[in-house]
């Protein structure tokens, strides 16, 4: 379930994802806007629990996968959100070709949420 981690600032726990034989725990982050919408970083597995408990807080405007690593529950994301805007890097829209992406997390893009957030690749 979500918790909060600041202000405006919410953190939750996702079930542990087995990739190549290792096992790695998932968290996402949800973040307040200015304008009031979410931004959803790195989404687990959406249970309704933890929908109800997202859409509590604002409208989600942004789903973003960081990596090519975090994409495995961007369907369902994707479903339940179809006005989000989804951002991927480069590497995963290649490696998931089936999952629809709007904007392109890349070095030096510029986002409806920059002024909210500093985007640093690293």
Known sequence: ?????????????????????????????????????LFVWSPVALTDALRAAVEALGPVRHVVAPNSLHHLHLDAWR???????FVAPLGLRRKRPDVVFDDDLADGSVHDWSADIDHVPV
């Open 79 to 85: 479903q339940a959100y179809p006005n989000a805007c």
């Open 1 to 37: 379930m979500l918790r909060p981690f600041g202000e405006d600032l919410w953190i939750a726990d996702g079930p542990v994802a087995d990739v190549a034989g290792f096992h790695y725990p998932t968290r996402m982050a949800v973040i307040r806007l200015a304008g009031g919408g």
